[in-house]
């Protein structure tokens, strides 16, 4: 299958700085990526969708000023933490989406765990 | 709106004991349905997904899900479960309409003991 790859990894920073967590799907093109939030031991939780070369459409709840997402390339989506805070610590999953004609697939990034002091 | 139950928190099985993960899907029309697989610290893996045709699918690992319509259910099971298969399980929605969405139920962990 196709790869999706996130960086950092693991990053902590401290309370009232940015962060930003890139997306990549390394084999493909995707149109459309997604930004989840997964709490200790809970689901994932859906943030954002984005689409190249247009604006996120965030889900209900969540801030779009604090959480910036730019797809600026079909491979390439970031999330931006901006002004971070202790209670944003958690771990990000990204995802690609790759349509078919009948089907779609959705490859999901090893995620990256942030950490705010 | 679309939503996924998974009516089990956490299920223990003994190794080499068979598996069922519950799945109930709340959606209108035809889903597209998934089961992940999340090892600790780790992002997610495709076991299997249904979008049409034979209702029983067949996924990696030697697991199979089974879509019943007038249940509205997409089981998970494996005949024979391994230590290695001690994870967390999601099973999620997809809605095709305009763009597209998955929604995750809140996911089974599953302890595997010898």
């Known amino acids: 299958g196709a790869v999706v790859s996130q960086h950092p990894s693991r990053v902590i920073c401290k309370s009232g700085t940015s962060v930003k967590i890139e997306c990549r799907s390394l084999?493909?093109?995707?149109?459309?990526m997604f930004w989840y939030r997964q709490f200790p031991k809970q689901s994932l939780m859906l943030m954002a969708t984005s689409n190249e070369g247009s604006k996120a459409t965030y889900e209900q709840g969540v801030e779009k000023d604090k959480f910036l997402i730019n797809h600026a390339s079909l491979t390439l989506s970031t999330l931006t933490v901006t002004s971070a805070h202790p209670e944003d610590s958690s771990f990000y999953i990204c995802?690609?989406?790759?349509?078919?004609?009948?089907?779609?697939?959705?490859?999901f990034g090893p995620g990256t765990r942030l950490t705010v002091t | 709106a679309q939503s996924v139950t998974q009516p089990d928190i956490h299920i223990t099985v003994s190794e080499g004991a068979s598996l069922e993960l519950r799945c109930n899907y709340s959606y209108g029309a035809t889903p597209y349905l998934f089961w992940y697989v999340q090892s600790p610290g780790q992002g997610l893996q495709l076991l299997l997904k249904?979008?049409?045709?034979?209702?029983l699918v067949q996924g990696i690992k030697g697991f199979e899900a089974e879509f019943k319509r007038s249940q509205s259910s997409f089981n998970l099971r494996k005949p024979s479960v391994h230590w290695s298969d001690a994870a967390e399980y999601f099973c999620a929605v997809g809605e095709m309409g305009g763009g597209f969405k998955t929604i995750f139920g809140a996911g089974t962990r599953l302890f595997v003991k010898a």
């Open positions: 249904y979008f049409s045709g034979d209702t």
């Open positions: 084999d493909f093109q995707a149109t459309t």
């Open positions: 995802s690609a989406g790759d349509r078919g004609v009948n089907s779609y697939e959705q490859y």
